[in-house]
T-cell receptor
Framework: SQQGEEDPQALSIQEGENATMNCSYKTSINNLQWYRQNSGRGLVHLILIRSNEREKHSGRLRVTLDTSKKSSSLLITASRAADTASYFCATQTGANNLFFGTGTRLTVIP | GAVVSQHPSRVICKSGTSVKIECRSLDFQATTMFWYRQFPKQSLMLMATSNEGSKATYEQGVEKDKFLINHASLTLSTLTVTSAHPEDSSFYIC???????????????FGDGTRLSIL
């Protein structure tokens, strides 16, 4: 299976704290993407990092990619209650298909 | 930004019914659309990839006669769950990627999903 794994499976933090989620994958990739899913809804694209990039920022989000370890991390700084959601990493290879990780359920307590 | 509309958002029907789910790209032409299935508190599993005007490519283990996919235009793909049974109950999500975006280094744009419940 090409599905990646994320850890932790669940994370609960206080508002204002930082949240870090990790993703590991198995195959060579073109890029790795992070998505957010609110309960019962579709996915929202957050950030895409290409295989030749090591770090990328977007607002309060910071993503790193280590292709030698086949791993990525998503850092959300200064978390807010509205950040409560499930976060998925997804890898894209030569084809257009995305293979999703197992997801991290983040709860930010006001 | 790119918008994908999925309809209906929720379906409850009796066992044996066939259910059609629509996925539309509203402001771009989607050469490729993807259909995923998601069980509660689990990840998305790719079911099939559909390219406009050609047959869908199904992932291993997905019954093509059970899950019929049609991608007749650049803005519409449909998934029909034929003769649905309780085990088909799930959350189905479509996504689309646009024309000219190429095959790599582009995000997919997701619909809001369809909650299918078979009684």
């Amino acid at each position: 299976s090409q599905q990646g794994e994320e850890d932790p499976q669940a994370l609960s933090i206080q508002e204002g704290e930082n949240a870090t989620m990790n993703c590991s994958y198995k195959t060579s990739i073109n890029n790795l993407q992070w998505y957010r899913q609110n309960s019962g809804r579709g996915l929202v694209h957050l950030i895409l990092i290409r295989s030749n990039e090591r770090e990328k920022h977007s607002g309060r989000l910071r993503v790193t990619l280590d292709t030698s370890k086949k791993s990525s991390s998503l850092l959300i700084t200064a978390s807010r209650a509205a950040d409560t959601a499930s976060y998925f990493c997804a890898t894209q290879t030569g084809a257009n298909n995305l293979f999703f990780g197992t997801g991290t359920r983040l709860t930010v307590i006001p | 930004g790119a918008v994908v509309s999925q309809h209906p958002s929720r379906v409850i029907c009796k066992s044996g019914t066939s259910v059609k789910i629509e996925c539309r790209s509203l402001d771009f032409q989607a050469t490729t659309m993807f259909w995923y299935r998601q069980f509660p508190k689990q990840s998305l599993m790719l079911m099939a990839t559909s390219n406009e005007g050609s047959k869908a490519t199904y992932e291993q283990g997905v019954e093509k006669d059970k899950f019929l996919i049609n991608h007749a235009s650049l803005t519409l793909s449909t998934l029909t769950v034929t003769s649905a049974h309780p085990e088909d109950s799930s959350f189905y999500i479509c996504s689309a990627s646009g024309q000219g975006q190429g095959y790599s280094n582009q995000p997919q744009h997701f619909g809001d999903g369809t909650r299918l419940s078979i009684l």
